[in-house]
């Protein structure tokens, strides 16, 4: 009864040591999950401050694009002293963007 008792003694041990073997497998696993969480939360953060800079950019040229639209109607719906103007404006900066590429292909050659 003796040999029975070491015997069960033994496999308890060898039953013991395998949970506890488990277990630290089981610790590190969740350790490197909780990692892994907070490296994401971190990555989501960052994104949405990146976003909600990217929307206030984008209402702010909304604004500036919605307040030059404006202008130019103002413009175009004025007199014909202001067409005109505008005509010439348009097409010196049509020149201007010309002259430019010209340039530019130059230099690159």
């Known amino acids: 009864m003796a040999e029975w008792n070491r015997g069960h003694g033994s496999v308890d ?5 395998e949970n506890k073997r488990l277990a630290e497998n089981l610790a590190n696993k969740v350790s490197r999950l909780k990692s892994l969480a907070y490296d994401i939360d971190r990555d989501v953060d960052d994104q949405n401050e990146y976003l909600d800079g990217m929307d206030s950019n984008f209402m702010s040229a909304t604004g500036l ?5 404006k202008r130019f109607s103002t413009m175009v719906r004025s007199g014909r002293d202001n ?4 005509c010439y404006v348009s097409m010196g900066l049509v020149l201007v963007f010309f002259v ?4 530019v292909s130059k230099i690159h050659q």
Do not use: F, P, Q
């Open 13 to 17: 041990d060898v039953l013991d040591a």
């Open 65 to 69: 694009l919605t307040g030059s639209v």
């Open 83 to 86: 067409r005109r103007i505008l």
């Open 100 to 103: 430019l590429y010209y340039l």
